[in-house]
């Protein structure tokens, strides 16, 4: 099967920067959409920032000019740089692939654990 296992979350002070990982593994013939999403205490999980396998970027209004999603296809790994952080940035970050495990069309969507980011002085 396949998973994703994210890395780099933690605590930061305002105004700091992290670097988020995730790695795919399995049985992957092509990767699709990668993305990050986030999850608050209460709040539902929403996108972050997503990009496709042809590099086009699609960003929540709330991070534009902030953070900057990224993907190393060799790796099947995506990444998110983190700038300019906010205390309203504290979340849960879930790591998002849609891969095809084969030539057909079907894609299968899969989910990292989750990786804590807490920005507070």
């Known amino acids: 099967q396949v998973q994703l296992v994210e890395s780099g979350g933690g605590l930061v002070q305002p105004g700091g920067s992290l670097r988020l990982s995730c790695a795919a593994s399995g049985s992957i013939f092509s990767t699709d959409v990668m993305g990050w999403y986030r999850e608050a205490p209460g709040k539902q999980r929403d996108l972050v920032a997503s990009i496709t396998s042809g590099g086009k970027t699609n960003y929540a209004d709330s991070v534009k000019g902030r953070f900057t999603v990224s993907r190393d296809d060799a790796k099947n790994t995506v990444y998110l740089q983190m700038n300019s952080l906010k205390p309203e940035d504290t979340a849960v970050y879930y790591c998002?692939?849609?891969?095809?495990?084969?030539?057909?069309?079907?894609?299968?969507?899969?989910w990292g654990q989750g990786t804590q980011v807490t920005v507070s002085s």
């Open positions: 998002n692939a849609v891969v095809r495990l084969d030539q057909s069309t079907t894609r299968y969507m899969y």
